[in-house]
């Protein structure tokens, strides 16, 4: 036989629910007595504060192995890539001579980023320094701090400084600027006590091709060989003369500044944006002279140093920048 539970009525449910909140005859509040939720409340205080207090020791420790001023760990900064400004999304600098608002912006961004270069700010904030030599500023124990910086005055851009040009950094004539910059990485003595420069050449897609590279063709029968040559040669017509680079003949000539694009060593080491408050990196501008106008041109430079590998396919701003020039005339 079933019992059916008998049905509570919306009073004896609030009546309830109020009881269970405080209890006057038991003087229970949710079920528990105050000395109860005492000690609940102790528990989980000690319990948290505990876990609390692990947690700042720990962070306390692994502060002490970590200097304010140098990263513990860069091994994945062992090469310095190499960057353009002005810096656009994909890279491309494009021109159109006859149009202001196409190179307007570039000639905003370089302004911008060579104010720094002024020669007052930099006789201000930077020494003038020994060329060809190390900048060193060892602390010898005691914390030596700020580090001085070397002088990198926007006079030494030449054409390309922007002073007192009409041309805009040459890009209301077709004739642009485009400075090409070492990143930084803390405690790195580029160039291993040699000079060092940085040179740009037109590269044309075929013209990355490594010869060594190239797997010979295995040797075929001497009928199939010149059955393959004449049908191959009413269509390809002269296949024995070598590609040409037509990037590097529409690239035409241009001028580096410094001269030779070179970068003295007394701009290294560089020791962090903490202690090198004032450092200003070294710059090599390009002054593209004759670009064949209406034409993109692959270009890519590097930095010619003994200690900065730059043929690592893997890493394709390991030592070098490639970046695409077109300059529009109507």
């Known amino acids: 036989m079933v019992i059916q539970k008998e049905k509570k009525s919306c009073g004896q449910v609030v009546e309830e629910w109020k009881e269970f909140v405080w209890n006057p005859r038991t003087h229970q509040f949710m079920g528990r007595t105050g000395t109860s939720w005492a000690f609940i409340l102790l528990f989980y205080l000690v319990f948290y504060g505990f876990l609390t207090a692990m947690f700042t ?5 692994m502060l002490q192995t970590v200097s304010d001023h140098t990263p513990k760990y860069q091994d994945r900064l062992a090469t310095p890539g190499l960057m353009i400004r002005p810096k656009t999304e994909n890279l491309d600098v494009i021109v159109n001579v006859s149009d202001a608002e196409s190179w307007d912006q570039h000639v905003q961004k370089l302004n911008k980023f060579l104010e720094p270069y002024n020669d007052s ?5 930077n020494d003038v320094c020994r060329p060809g030599r190390y900048y060193e500023q ?3 124990g005691v914390l030596n701090y700020p580090k001085r910086a070397c002088q990198f005055n926007r006079t030494q851009l030449g054409d390309c400084s922007g002073i007192g040009d009409p041309t805009h950094y040459g890009y209301s004539t077709g004739q642009p600027c485009v400075f090409i910059k070492m990143n930084r990485v803390i405690n790195f003595y580029a160039g291993a006590n040699q ?7 037109g590269k044309d897609v075929g013209a990355c ?6 797997t010979p063709p295995k040797p075929r029968p ?4 010149l059955t393959l040559h004449f049908l191959r040669s009413p269509i390809t017509g002269s296949s024995a003369l070598p590609p040409r680079d037509e990037d590097a003949e529409n690239l035409g000539n241009f001028v580096m500044f410094p001269a030779n694009g070179s970068i003295d060593l007394m701009y290294f080491p560089y020791y962090g944006k903490k202690f090198h408050v004032n450092y200003t ?4 501008a390009v002054k593209f002279l004759n670009v064949t106008p209406n034409v993109e041109v692959n270009v890519e430079c590097r ?4 200690n900065i590998a730059t043929d690592d396919e893997r890493d394709k701003f390991a030592g070098r920048v490639a970046f695409k020039l077109r300059i529009n005339k109507t």
Do not use: F, R, Y
């Open 303 to 306: 930095i010619n140093a003994a």
């Open 209 to 214: 091709l490594d010869p060594s590279s190239l």
């Open 57 to 61: 020791l720990t962070m306390w420790v």
């Open 281 to 284: 990196q070294p710059l090599v």
């Open 138 to 140: 060892p602390d010898n």
């Open 121 to 125: 700010i930099q006789a201000q904030k």
């Open 195 to 201: 000079s060092m420069n940085v040179t740009c050449v």
């Open 222 to 225: 001497l009928l199939l060989s």
